[in-house]
């Protein structure tokens, strides 16, 4: 017998052997019809995989997020058994689960896949399903797995499996497809009951732009229609909100060919969005004593050799530059992190001036592969609201708790309610990963774990997320669709320091390591304002949006009065424009709500005789007629009340 503890630590004994269905099946029948995937001792198993010892287990249903990427991985495989079926000779590359759905990458050949032939997919993946089919595991040899699959002719899965170890392989079989898996997958495909293909695209095998461009066709599933229909509602959401057509319509940032892909252009607009921002940010850290400093863009690659970064991210940068000296090579800068360490050292340091907190706008470049590029969210050059703060070790967690403060007044003044912070600690399975000793790790992840359980804050941790040099607390946050973002992170580093000999004297007199936290509440000016746009659709608090005020004129007569009006605005430091276009009040008005623009002034022969504006809202509609003085009362007193949030 052995004994399984469930989630309630209460405690049942099974014979060895035991699946996690029948240990469901044992609690309830409709537990057990729910039941997706199993995690065992931390680990996620297909639920009728057998247990042989005493271990932990949690069932795993729809409502878990390991439930449905169990269910989706599934899907990947029935999806490819679906195009087996229908175009043999087809070879497959991977199919994993991703955040929302599946892919899978495939090589069709001379065949041109195109989304015509995703509906036949849809049905014969929704007619396999129906037939029930079981998801078996089976461990094999290599030389059994390179004889299948060289029968097979598929190279992809020879290449994968010629990277595995002998003792490391299995095959997972659903009813007429084999494939080269590790699982966890569903015990049969009942569960899926909507499926939908969404999308279909190129992908270099391996992500290696030198290798055959494969296609890849996304997905995904559900255990009810209603749901299905659910998500797709909210996908046809999205794409009004997707940061690139906001961005192109609001006129805040484009991209351009000769200037190189993923090198955002900032618009006018977008600019001055940025710089508020980026003023909203330093007024914050000026309160909190932080100092600001500036760092080339560019660095000796011997500056990121003593960091790490040139070992662990040289080949996600761009490549050394050489210069006319022989063998001097300097980087596009990928962190601000070493050139701060390095202003540290710059001159002694005692006890007394630490904590130093250095924040920098600082830009940085990693050479994304091109097909990952997506518009502000991944891009080749982005800027880091960066800071790095030297502390004593007594100081740490206080210095801690005082960046948490600044990343949730950021979430409340910009209106992101929904967030659960990220505990992310090293792997202790695999610490090649990383840099440093077990001792400073140690002492690292529980400064974070006892600084987010003394601010409250809600936290789920992950293994294996760690920085090279740190653990760190990201901020995963849910937007108005409800899609999750990564939005600010803080990192405690015990290494740099050390890598960099840092040094201050202590009240002993004698010399120490000063810990180092790296923090970004942004996390990057780009990525932040694409979650923005996202979030917001296009919508902007007052006191940052590009544009407050539109004066639409009814008739090229009054466009002067439109601009003496647009004049005390300004004047006010109210920013304002003035839509002189002959076109009819109606459309200017309806331009102004595309434009996202908060308040619309509509000027006529009335109002030029009263002195008059007639007021309209974004989203609300008429104000009624306001004195200049009266709405420019209204716009000031509206951004007092916002910039009193703002600043603290």
Known sequence: MINITLPDNSVRQYPEGTTSIEVALSISEGLARNVLAAKVNGEVWDAT???NSDARLQLLTWNDTEGKATMWHSSAHLMAEAIEQLFPGVKFGIGPDIENGFYYDMDFGDRQMTPEDLPAIEAKMLELAR????????????????????????????????DL?????????????TDLCRGPHL???????????????????????????????????FPKQKE??????????????????????????????????????????????????????????????????ITPHIGNVELYKTSGHFQKYGKDSFQPISTPIEGEQFMLKPMNCPHHCEIYSSKPRSYKDLPIRLAEFGTVYRYEQSGELHGLTRVRGFTQDDAHLFCRPDQL???????????????????????????????PANKEKYIGSDENWDKAERAIIEAAEEKGLKTIVEIGEAAFYGPKLDFMVKDALGRKWQLGTIQVDYNLPERFELEYTGSDNQKHRPVMIHRAPFGSMERFVAVLLEHGGGNFPLWLTPDQVTILSISEKYVDYANKVAGLLRN?????????????????????????????????????????????????????????????????????????????
């Open 228 to 293: 299905l229909d659910e998500y797709l509602v909210l996908l046809e959401e999205a794409k009004k909100r997707d940061h690139r057509k906001l961005g192109r319509e609001l006129e805040l940032f484009t991209f351009s060919q000769k200037v190189g892909q993923g090198l955002p252009l900032w618009l006018p607009k977008g600019a001055m969005l940025r710089e508020r921002l980026e003023r909203f940010l330093k007024n914050l850290q000026q309160k909190a004593g932080y100092m600001p400093v």
């Open 131 to 162: 037939e029930k089919q079981g998801f078996k595991r089976r461990e094999v040899s290599k030389a059994l797995a390179l004889d299948y699959f060289t029968k097979k002719n598929d190279e992809y899965k020879l290449e994968l499996i010629s």
């Open 572 to 648: 006010a430091e109210i920013r304002a424009l003035v839509d002189e276009r002959n076109e009819k009040t109606g459309k200017k008005i309806r331009d102004a709500e595309m434009l996202k623009i908060p308040y619309m002034l509509i000027v006529g022969e009335k109002e030029e005789q009263s002195g008059t504006v007639s007021v309209r809202k974004h989203g609300q509609g008429d104000l009624g007629t306001m004195s200049i003085e009266e709405f420019i009362a209204l716009i000031n007193n509206e951004i007092k009340q916002m910039m009193e949030m703002v600043n603290g």
């Open 49 to 51: 995989r057998p247990i």
């Open 165 to 177: 170890e002998d003792g490391q392989i299995t095959f997972y079989e659903s009813g007429s497809f």
């Open 187 to 221: 015990p049969d495909t009942s569960p899926i009951k909507a499926v939908k293909l969404l999308n279909i695209a190129g992908a270099y095998w391996r992500g290696d732009e030198k290798r055959k461009m494969l296609t890849r066709i996304y997905g995904i599933t």
């Open 397 to 427: 967690k206080d210095e801690f708790k005082s960046v948490i403060d600044i990343v949730l007044h950021i979430f409340r003044i910009l209106n992101f309610q929904d967030y659960t912070a990220q505990v992310s600690l090293r792997d």
